[in-house]
Protein backbone atom coordinates (compact mmCIF):
# COMPACT_ATOMS: atom_id res chain seq x y z
CA UNK A 1 0.00 0.00 0.00
CA UNK A 2 0.76 3.71 -1.08
CA UNK A 3 2.37 5.90 2.25
CA UNK A 4 3.89 9.12 2.35
CA UNK A 5 6.17 10.24 5.29
CA UNK A 6 7.25 14.07 5.59
CA UNK A 7 10.01 14.63 8.19
CA UNK A 8 9.68 18.23 9.87
CA UNK A 9 5.99 19.15 11.43
CA UNK A 10 7.52 22.21 11.30
CA UNK A 11 10.58 24.03 9.32
CA UNK A 12 11.56 27.69 10.17
CA UNK A 13 13.80 29.60 7.55
CA UNK A 14 14.95 33.16 7.39
CA UNK A 15 14.01 35.26 4.38
CA UNK A 16 16.31 34.66 1.28
CA UNK A 17 17.46 31.17 2.76
CA UNK A 18 17.12 27.87 1.36
CA UNK A 19 13.80 26.35 1.50
CA UNK A 20 14.35 22.18 1.85
CA UNK A 21 10.69 20.09 2.66
CA UNK A 22 11.24 16.27 2.87
CA UNK A 23 9.36 13.87 1.81
CA UNK A 24 9.76 9.63 1.48
CA UNK A 25 6.86 7.58 -0.28
CA UNK A 26 6.36 3.84 -0.39
CA UNK A 27 4.66 2.43 -3.48
CA UNK A 28 4.51 -0.64 -4.98
CA UNK A 29 4.07 0.72 -8.21
CA UNK A 30 5.69 3.68 -10.02
CA UNK A 31 4.19 6.41 -7.78
CA UNK A 32 2.81 9.93 -8.90
CA UNK A 33 3.65 12.51 -6.48
CA UNK A 34 2.05 15.75 -5.58
CA UNK A 35 3.20 18.66 -3.66
CA UNK A 36 0.25 21.14 -2.21
CA UNK A 37 0.04 24.33 -0.74
CA UNK A 38 -2.38 25.42 1.83
CA UNK A 39 -2.48 28.77 2.93
CA UNK A 40 -4.10 30.34 5.55
CA UNK A 41 -7.94 29.94 5.64
CA UNK A 42 -7.79 28.56 2.20
CA UNK A 43 -8.35 24.85 0.17
CA UNK A 44 -4.96 23.11 -0.66
CA UNK A 45 -3.52 24.13 -3.87
CA UNK A 46 -0.91 22.20 -6.51
CA UNK A 47 2.44 22.95 -6.60
CA UNK A 48 3.87 20.83 -8.57
CA UNK A 49 3.11 17.15 -10.03
CA UNK A 50 5.74 14.40 -11.08
CA UNK A 51 4.12 11.55 -13.09
CA UNK A 52 7.53 10.02 -14.31
CA UNK A 53 8.39 12.48 -17.38
CA UNK A 54 11.31 14.10 -16.06
CA UNK A 55 12.91 13.59 -12.39
CA UNK A 56 13.20 17.11 -11.64
CA UNK A 57 9.88 18.71 -11.41
CA UNK A 58 9.53 22.70 -11.91
CA UNK A 59 6.73 24.46 -9.90
CA UNK A 60 4.54 27.43 -9.30
CA UNK A 61 6.09 30.22 -7.47
CA UNK A 62 9.75 29.21 -7.82
CA UNK A 63 9.47 25.59 -6.14
CA UNK A 64 10.99 22.67 -7.70
CA UNK A 65 11.58 19.24 -6.58
CA UNK A 66 13.24 15.88 -7.43
CA UNK A 67 12.31 12.27 -7.76
CA UNK A 68 15.13 10.09 -6.56
CA UNK A 69 13.62 6.27 -6.80
CA UNK A 70 16.33 4.50 -4.66
CA UNK A 71 15.92 6.95 -1.54
CA UNK A 72 12.05 6.64 -2.40
CA UNK A 73 12.00 10.54 -1.86
CA UNK A 74 10.23 13.63 -3.26
CA UNK A 75 12.03 16.77 -1.63
CA UNK A 76 10.87 19.91 -2.39
CA UNK A 77 13.04 22.73 -2.31
CA UNK A 78 13.27 26.44 -3.35
CA UNK A 79 16.72 28.62 -3.75
CA UNK A 80 15.09 31.67 -1.60
CA UNK A 81 12.33 32.09 0.69
CA UNK A 82 10.17 34.71 0.42
CA UNK A 83 8.01 35.90 3.62
CA UNK A 84 5.01 35.01 1.44
CA UNK A 85 5.67 31.15 1.82
CA UNK A 86 4.68 30.47 5.02
CA UNK A 87 2.29 27.88 5.08
CA UNK A 88 1.44 24.32 5.09
CA UNK A 89 3.05 22.03 2.46
CA UNK A 90 1.42 18.62 1.70
CA UNK A 91 3.23 15.63 0.25
CA UNK A 92 0.98 13.27 -1.99
CA UNK A 93 0.89 10.09 -3.87
CA UNK A 94 -1.50 8.81 -5.87
CA UNK A 95 -3.49 5.55 -5.30
CA UNK A 96 -5.88 3.81 -7.31
CA UNK A 97 -8.84 5.95 -6.02
CA UNK A 98 -7.29 8.71 -4.42
CA UNK A 99 -4.53 11.18 -3.33
CA UNK A 100 -2.97 9.69 0.08
CA UNK A 101 -1.17 12.88 2.03
CA UNK A 102 1.41 13.22 4.41
CA UNK A 103 0.97 14.79 7.68
CA UNK A 104 2.42 18.41 6.24
CA UNK A 105 5.36 20.22 7.08
CA UNK A 106 4.23 24.10 8.09
CA UNK A 107 6.93 26.29 7.54
CA UNK A 108 7.44 29.57 8.77
CA UNK A 109 9.69 32.26 7.13
CA UNK A 110 11.30 35.06 9.41
CA UNK A 111 12.93 37.65 8.30
CA UNK B 1 -14.02 30.44 -13.30
CA UNK B 2 -13.18 26.89 -12.82
CA UNK B 3 -13.91 26.35 -9.00
CA UNK B 4 -14.73 23.76 -6.21
CA UNK B 5 -17.38 25.37 -4.30
CA UNK B 6 -18.28 24.16 -0.62
CA UNK B 7 -21.03 25.88 2.13
CA UNK B 8 -20.95 26.85 4.63
CA UNK B 9 -17.76 27.70 5.51
CA UNK B 10 -18.12 27.90 9.21
CA UNK B 11 -20.78 25.81 10.71
CA UNK B 12 -21.15 25.36 14.69
CA UNK B 13 -23.53 22.71 15.81
CA UNK B 14 -24.57 19.95 19.08
CA UNK B 15 -24.35 16.60 19.19
CA UNK B 16 -27.29 14.62 16.90
CA UNK B 17 -28.63 17.47 15.16
CA UNK B 18 -28.41 16.38 11.34
CA UNK B 19 -26.49 18.21 8.96
CA UNK B 20 -25.21 18.67 5.11
CA UNK B 21 -22.32 20.28 4.16
CA UNK B 22 -22.84 21.08 0.22
CA UNK B 23 -20.61 20.78 -2.68
CA UNK B 24 -20.67 21.71 -6.14
CA UNK B 25 -17.93 21.83 -8.63
CA UNK B 26 -18.14 23.48 -12.49
CA UNK B 27 -15.63 21.49 -14.19
CA UNK B 28 -18.00 18.62 -15.31
CA UNK B 29 -15.33 16.43 -13.32
CA UNK B 30 -16.38 12.54 -12.47
CA UNK B 31 -14.26 12.29 -9.58
CA UNK B 32 -15.11 13.76 -6.33
CA UNK B 33 -14.08 13.39 -2.94
CA UNK B 34 -14.33 14.29 0.57
CA UNK B 35 -11.45 14.83 3.06
CA UNK B 36 -11.07 15.67 6.63
CA UNK B 37 -7.86 17.44 8.06
CA UNK B 38 -6.66 17.37 11.65
CA UNK B 39 -3.59 18.25 13.12
CA UNK B 40 -0.68 15.74 12.86
CA UNK B 41 -2.77 13.73 10.51
CA UNK B 42 -2.72 15.32 7.15
CA UNK B 43 -6.10 14.85 4.91
CA UNK B 44 -7.99 11.58 5.34
CA UNK B 45 -10.33 10.23 2.75
CA UNK B 46 -13.75 9.92 3.98
CA UNK B 47 -15.85 8.98 0.94
CA UNK B 48 -15.13 9.31 -3.14
CA UNK B 49 -16.93 8.92 -5.87
CA UNK B 50 -16.14 8.01 -9.58
CA UNK B 51 -19.39 9.06 -11.19
CA UNK B 52 -23.15 9.47 -10.59
CA UNK B 53 -24.75 7.24 -8.05
CA UNK B 54 -21.14 5.44 -7.73
CA UNK B 55 -20.40 6.28 -4.25
CA UNK B 56 -17.95 4.28 -2.12
CA UNK B 57 -16.00 4.47 1.03
CA UNK B 58 -12.41 5.85 2.08
CA UNK B 59 -10.48 5.63 5.08
CA UNK B 60 -12.46 6.93 7.52
CA UNK B 61 -16.08 6.56 6.52
CA UNK B 62 -17.97 5.79 9.79
CA UNK B 63 -20.10 8.52 11.01
CA UNK B 64 -20.52 10.38 7.28
CA UNK B 65 -22.51 9.57 4.24
CA UNK B 66 -22.90 11.05 0.99
CA UNK B 67 -24.50 11.41 -2.46
CA UNK B 68 -23.85 11.84 -5.82
CA UNK B 69 -27.46 12.24 -7.91
CA UNK B 70 -26.00 14.74 -10.17
CA UNK B 71 -22.67 15.33 -11.93
CA UNK B 72 -22.15 18.45 -10.19
CA UNK B 73 -23.01 18.15 -6.70
CA UNK B 74 -21.34 15.91 -3.82
CA UNK B 75 -22.81 16.74 -0.38
CA UNK B 76 -21.79 14.87 3.02
CA UNK B 77 -23.98 14.28 5.34
CA UNK B 78 -23.40 13.84 9.59
CA UNK B 79 -26.78 12.20 10.16
CA UNK B 80 -25.97 12.90 14.16
CA UNK B 81 -22.62 14.54 14.74
CA UNK B 82 -20.27 13.20 17.75
CA UNK B 83 -17.64 16.01 19.26
CA UNK B 84 -15.20 13.38 17.67
CA UNK B 85 -16.15 14.77 14.02
CA UNK B 86 -15.22 18.27 15.10
CA UNK B 87 -12.48 18.66 12.10
CA UNK B 88 -11.78 21.11 8.66
CA UNK B 89 -13.80 19.46 5.89
CA UNK B 90 -12.63 19.52 2.10
CA UNK B 91 -14.48 18.89 -0.79
CA UNK B 92 -12.24 18.48 -3.99
CA UNK B 93 -12.63 17.02 -7.68
CA UNK B 94 -10.54 15.53 -10.47
CA UNK B 95 -10.85 14.51 -13.95
CA UNK B 96 -9.84 11.19 -13.30
CA UNK B 97 -9.13 9.20 -9.54
CA UNK B 98 -5.48 9.34 -8.49
CA UNK B 99 -5.11 12.92 -10.39
CA UNK B 100 -4.79 16.53 -10.14
CA UNK B 101 -7.30 17.45 -7.22
CA UNK B 102 -8.98 20.74 -7.19
CA UNK B 103 -9.73 21.81 -3.73
CA UNK B 104 -13.22 23.83 -2.24
CA UNK B 105 -12.08 26.27 0.53
CA UNK B 106 -13.06 24.13 3.32
CA UNK B 107 -15.52 23.65 5.86
CA UNK B 108 -14.83 24.31 9.67
CA UNK B 109 -17.21 22.35 11.79
CA UNK B 110 -17.45 22.22 15.22
CA UNK B 111 -19.53 19.68 17.07
CA UNK B 112 -20.50 20.85 20.75
Known amino acids: AQSVTQLGSHVSVSEGALVLLRCNYS??????LFWYVQYPNQGLQLLLKYTSAATLVKGINGFEAEFKKSETSFHLTKPSAHMSDAAEYFCAVSSYNKLIFGAGTRLAVHP | EAQVTQNPRYLITVTGKKLTVTCSQN?????MSWYRQDPGLGLRQIYYSMNVEVTDKGDVPEGYKVSRKEKRNFPLILESPSPNQTSLYFC???????????FGSGTQLSVL
Open chain 2, 27 to 31: MNHEY
Open chain 2, 92 to 102: ASSPTPGGKLF
Open chain 1, 27 to 32: SSVPPY
